[in-house]
């Protein structure tokens, strides 16, 4: 569920009009609602026993506005990198709900992390095992530390968001799991205290969730016999959101949030879960002006203000965004089939190929929905086009929560080196 709805013919977010926004902020600009935020939070940290840990995944939409709201609401927050980590802090994400992922952490990044007392380093390779080692160690700390495993579990998703199977990168393969244990409990500032495992992202069926877990959990038991302290068992994010396909709808968050704990009460531990897209993206959307309609030979294209360096995930994977009119479209409207495109020139700059839709006139606002994750945080200033702003609403009212910048913030930057001046 969420809070974008028509309101005497506007499409609202929350109470606030969206042709409003888009007067007062231009076009195109992201809008992320507090209300949905907090509602797909809530929702799934109320499938979980009392005790766990819901650490949202900055990555999927690292916003401080959006980070804030879910700190307030209790979420800790799991994190790939410095910057991310710095964010937390900032948004007001305690240290000891924060968790630390990804397969290349510098040891700068670690020290930061371990001066400002995370919950667990998610370690991805014996490797960083060691190097984590000497970290704690010059800092006189030791590093809470959960190993991730792969279990070599297809998550059945788009091959670019499939991270549990033996052919990627992430986790240590399943059968040196007790041998980078053995490690782990042997080198000094390495504090071992339990699993980690993401086999996935926008994953629809509960299925390979449950064998993943299935097996971490055996393996939990093996852990603990060979005398180390399994307390934690994180099981990743990954749950999938439904971007309005006609594919098969994701299961909800309470059943996923049964079977976890279903599939491992007998062990006694701490859940820890990462969700990152299930929080935020249904939660915003992008908001685009139509420059003009273009008459082609085979197709008529919508062509609007955002493009691929707004939001690239439909030419990155070919993602379905609903598209809807901001002036809600009469009965009679009459409908046409466009491709929506965007200015940047390649043909990959497309959100959506042969919609059928109401009909559209240069000057309409529309807005591309369930782009509140992995939207903004992966903007790139692609033939030089300052990336989108991004708005934040609650109830009526509303902020900038980062301005779009102006050119020269986006390559003044940039230099000309001596030897071409002149
Ligand atoms: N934890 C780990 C270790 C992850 O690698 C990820 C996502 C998450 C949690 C959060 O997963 P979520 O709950 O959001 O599915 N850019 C892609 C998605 C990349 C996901 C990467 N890892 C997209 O736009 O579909």
Request: hydrophobic share 40%; proline share 5%; charged share 20%.
């Amino acid at each position: 569920m969420n809070h974008f709805q028509y309101i005497d013919g506007v499409l609202n977010a929350e109470q606030v009009e969206l042709s409003v926004l888009a007067e007062k902020v231009g076009t195109p600009f992201y809008c992320y609602s507090s209300a949905t935020l907090k509602r797909h939070y809530s929702v799934f940290a109320d499938s979980f026993p009392r005790g766990s840990l819901v650490a949202y995944s900055v990555k999927a939409n690292g916003n401080l506005g959006v980070l804030r709201t879910l700190a307030r609401l209790g979420a800790g927050a799991d994190v790939v990198s410095g910057g991310e980590l710095r964010k937390a802090l900032k948004a007001g994400v305690p240290g000891t709900k924060i968790v630390f992922s990804g397969v290349g952490k510098t040891r700068a990044e670690m020290k930061l992390a371990l001066e400002a007392g995370i919950h667990q380093f998610n370690v991805e390779s014996e490797p960083e095992l060691e190097a984590l080692s000497e970290v704690a160690q010059s800092l006189n700390r030791e590093a809470p530390v959960t190993i991730r495993v792969n279990p070599d579990v297809d998550a059945k998703t788009h091959a670019k968001i499939t991270t549990g199977t033996s052919e990627t990168k992430f986790g240590i393969p399943w059968s040196r799991a007790r041998a980078a244990y053995a490690l782990a409990g042997k080198l000094k500032g390495i504090q071992v205290v339990g699993i980690d495992v993401h086999i996935g992202s926008q994953i629809v069926d509960l299925e390979p969730f449950e064998t993943a877990f299935r097996k971490v959990v055996e393996l939990a038991y093996v852990l603990r016999a060979d005398g180390h302290a399994i307390s934690r068992l994180d099981l990743g994010g990954g749950l999938g959101v439904p971007y309005i396909t006609n594919n098969e709808p994701p299961p909800d968050p309470q059943a996923y949030g049964a079977m976890a704990t279903r599939v491992t009460k007998d062990l006694g531990v701490q859940l820890i879960l990462e969700p990152g897209r299930l929080i935020a993206a249904n939660a915003g959307i992008l908001v685009s002006r139509v420059l003009y309609v273009k008459q082609g030979e085979a197709k008529t294209f919508a062509i609007i203000d955002a493009a691929m360096n707004d939001l690239i995930r439909p030419a990155l994977y070919d993602s379905h965004h609903e598209i809807v009119r901001v002036n809600e479209p009469g009965l009679n409207t009459p409908r046409r089939k466009y491709d929506v495109v965007g200015p940047i020139c390649e043909t990959s700059d497309i959100f959506a190929a042969d919609r059928e839709m109401p009909e559209l006139k240069s000057g309409d606002l529309v807005a591309i929905l369930s782009a509140g994750a992995y939207g903004a945080v992966m903007s790139s200033a692609y033939n030089a086009r300052p990336p989108a702003a991004e708005v934040l609403v609650k109830g009526d009212l509303w902020s900038v929560v980062k301005p779009r910048l102006e050119d020269d913030a986006v390559f003044g930057s940039e230099r000309i080196p001596d030897w071409l001046q002149g």
